[in-house]
């Protein structure tokens, strides 16, 4: 009886709620990508919008956004790290929105921001709010490390002043400059990073570039049909 009641629960809240539904399953296991991949397989089948990790408006959870959308969780990229995604969440909500990355890497604590979340998160797209250029990111990850790592020092050896910071001109002069003239990825390249952290193709396939003659070709069969 205790499973037919949960049973009945259960479809009577993808029925009636299926964003919250579906939003709360995906937190549930954000930690299992195969399960995750079947979520957004069925959000895909019902209509419901699952909307790529933002730097800006993602957190740690998966949490509803509009009318009929659902906003990817930072904790559910692999190798972001929820202790990592929980700081730099609360840094945004407690002194607002990220300026771009010089802001953001100057703002976090450096253990929470290592090469590796940094790749992870661009991977995933989280900085294409602040920068779209994902190879000039990785192009320059070693700059942004050792700004932050820089400013972090900065703040904890009382070189800001008695009254909260340095003059203009000395907080340019510790502000670096990122290389300019790299060329982003072409779309598969893209494409692949982003399944290596998501497990899955989240923001695009491969085949999207040939949907139009695939749809033309009248001899094909679905695999699923096989």
């Known amino acids: 009886v205790a499973y037919a009641l949960v049973a009945w629960q259960t479809a009577y809240l993808k029925a ?3 964003r919250q539904f579906m939003a709360a399953s995906m937190t549930q ?9 079947v979520y957004v397989r069925e959000c895909r089948r019902v209509g419901i919008k ?3 990790p933002d730097i800006a ?4 959870m998966f949490k509803l956004e509009g009318d009929n959308s659902i906003r990817y969780a930072l904790t559910a990229i ?8 929980q700081a730099i969440v609360d840094e945004r909500e407690a002194n607002g929105a990220y300026a771009d990355l010089l802001d953001l890497f100057g703002r976090i604590e450096p253990r929470y921001l290592t090469k590796r979340q940094l790749e992870a998160l661009t991977f995933a797209g989280v900085f294409d709010s602040l920068e779209p250029n994902r190879a000039k990111i990785i192009a320059n990850s070693e700059l942004l ?5 820089a400013a972090f020092e900065a703040k904890n050896s009382n070189q800001i002043g008695l009254f909260g910071g340095g003059s203009e001109a000395e907080s340019e002069a510790m502000t670096p400059t990122l290389s300019d003239n790299i060329e982003n990825w072409d779309s598969f390249t893209q494409l692949d990073k982003e399944l290596s952290v998501f497990g899955f193709y989240l923001q695009g ?3 999207d570039a040939y949907a139009q003659q695939l749809a033309r070709r009248t001899d094909l069969v679905p695999v699923n049909s096989v």
């Open 78 to 85: 692999k190798g972001a790290g929820s202790d990592a995604m």
């Open 29 to 37: 296991d954000r930690g299992n990508q195969e399960r995750l991949a």
């Open 57 to 60: 408006k993602s957190d740690v």
């Open 145 to 149: 490390l050792a700004h932050g790592h």
């Open 16 to 18: 009636h709620y299926p």
């Open 205 to 207: 396939h491969p085949l």
């Open 50 to 52: 699952v909307l790529a």
